[in-house]
């Protein structure tokens, strides 16, 4: 069996669906994980070999899900593992399964927001997210042949999403009515959305492209994309909504308009319910990515938080969370994840339920509540290709010529660098063959400088900034 070793990325396993992930490689996976779940449970003390090995797994609605679904429930059957399998469910379903079963582990069949002919696998174990160097121990494993069949384990289907909706609904607070248009571009949270707003007392819901389709007709399924907030856009034009929510292929991402049509992005919403959690709970911990703007941080701070920069990535991003006992954090990207009355996973559907929570819990609209934020002047993220034979060695002397010249930068994850009324950061993408860059500043003169000052910096190495629009 060829393996292509570039699936196996930092966060997850994703590659091309009947080309590089195939159900032949899948199933001997499914093996693998088996076997390897069972042994470092053994290992940290949770039983002995083979014994009550409960794996969920759960698919999105992409063509070629189900017999990958399928390829990997019997791998897993293989490797001696009750299997319970949750049939079509968002990625944060499948991780609230996880907890509600109380299993060893959890296999998520997704492509997110990749193109349609992708697919991937998202993996937890003990609670915890795969990622980085066992994913590479996985590799390696499935690589050698090292994971011999056990005893025949068992496959059978449950039922999850009604359990998932009363944890979504529970705890919700009134408060008066929102008007929301709901777009689940196609993606598979729309086995939910309708059924989960409908539930919410004074939340007068429309949702749009609710059908899962792995063709995804109507436009692609990332939020991050103003191109694919389009459609939501001119629905609450129509029907007078406040509020546009949107999801994107495996319902982990969140992205959202606001009474204007204007973008919320991940760290605008963040400071929303920074401010808001910490109105009863201060000095609690908010982590946000490196590519969040500085007003997070300085939201948080002044709100009575504890900011916390850190890695992008929504793996890392947990694993943190769970070292810190932080009660919120999130992404650009729109992963956000909350302890704070909730489980401390990246949940779009439940960011949903609180961002609509909180616009009710005020008279006016959400825009005026962040007024009194500074006004910076943004790029979007920027995607600069880059080899992945080449990005790792231009990151590395960018990074020390920036310190050999004294900047003041850093280093968490890429650099990021203040530079004068701002900063800019850089990074190596984990998932692409590209590196990521991003500048905020008071000024669109002072924008424009620093982008010019790291044009420059990059086409030392032969690599090119990309045409941008301020974000």
Request: charged share 25%; glycine share 12%.
């Amino acid at each position: 069996m060829e393996i292509n070793p570039l699936m196996f990325r930092e966060y997850d396993i994703r590659g091309i669906a009947g080309k590089d992930l195939t159900a032949e490689l899948v199933r001997a996976l499914g093996l693998t994980f088996a076997r390897h779940v069972s042994r470092e449970r053994a290992a940290e003390g949770g039983g002995a070999e083979g014994e009550g090995l409960r794996i969920v797994v759960g698919r999105d609605g992409r063509l070629s899900s189900p017999e990958l679904a399928r390829a990997m429930a019997e791998g897993l059957a293989q490797g001696g593992a009750e299997v319970l399998d949750g049939g079509l469910i968002p990625s944060p379903g499948l991780y609230f399964a996880n907890h509600h079963f109380q299993a060893a582990a959890a296999v998520m069949l997704t492509g997110s927001h990749n193109p349609p002919e992708y697919n991937g696998l998202k993996m937890v174990r003990g609670n915890k997210p795969v990622y980085g160097a066992e994913i590479q121990a996985l590799r390696r494993q499935l690589e050698a042949g090292d994971a011999p069949a056990a005893a025949p384990g068992t496959i059978r289907q449950v039922e999850v999403i009604p359990a998932y909706l009363d944890r979504l609904t529970e705890g919700f607070r009134p408060g008066r009515r929102v008007r929301v248009v709901v777009d689940c571009g196609n993606g598979v949270t729309g086995v939910v959305a309708p059924e989960l707003f409908r539930r919410l007392p004074g939340i007068d819901a429309e949702v749009i492209f609710a059908e899962v389709d792995g063709t995804f007709p109507n436009h692609h399924p990332d939020p991050t994309e103003a191109k694919n907030l389009v459609d939501l856009r001119r629905r609450m034009v129509e029907t007078g909504a406040e509020l546009g929510i949107a999801f994107d292929g495996d319902g982990d991402r969140i992205g959202a308009l606001d009474e204007t049509g204007g973008i919320l992005w991940g760290d605008r919403m963040m400071v929303l319910f920074a401010r808001s959690i910490l109105a009863e709970r201060p000095g609690g911990m908010v982590i946000g990515d490196v590519k969040c703007s500085q007003l997070l941080f300085d939201a948080v701070a002044r709100a009575g938080g504890v900011p916390l920069m850190w890695k992008t990535g929504h793996s890392l991003v947990k694993a943190k969370m769970r070292e810190t006992g932080a009660m919120l954090a999130g992404e650009m990207s729109g992963h956000l994840f909350f302890a704070d009355r909730y489980l401390g996973y990246d949940d779009a559907l439940y960011a949903a339920v609180r961002l609509l929570e909180l616009t009710a819990s005020q008279p006016g609209p959400l825009s005026p509540r962040l007024g009194d934020l500074p006004v910076v002047y943004s790029t979007p993220e920027l995607r600069l290709f880059c080899p992945d034979e080449r990005k790792f060695g231009v990151m590395e002397r960018v990074a020390a010529r920036l310190r050999a010249s004294g900047a003041e930068l850093s280093d968490v994850d890429g650099v990021r660098v203040r530079e004068g009324e701002g900063w800019w950061l850089l990074r190596v993408s984990n998932t692409q063959p590209a590196m990521v860059a991003r500048v905020e500043a008071a000024s669109r003169e002072g924008l424009h400088a620093m982008v010019d000052n790291l044009a420059r910096l990059l086409a030392e190495e032969g690599v090119t900034l990309p045409e941008w629009e301020e974000a």
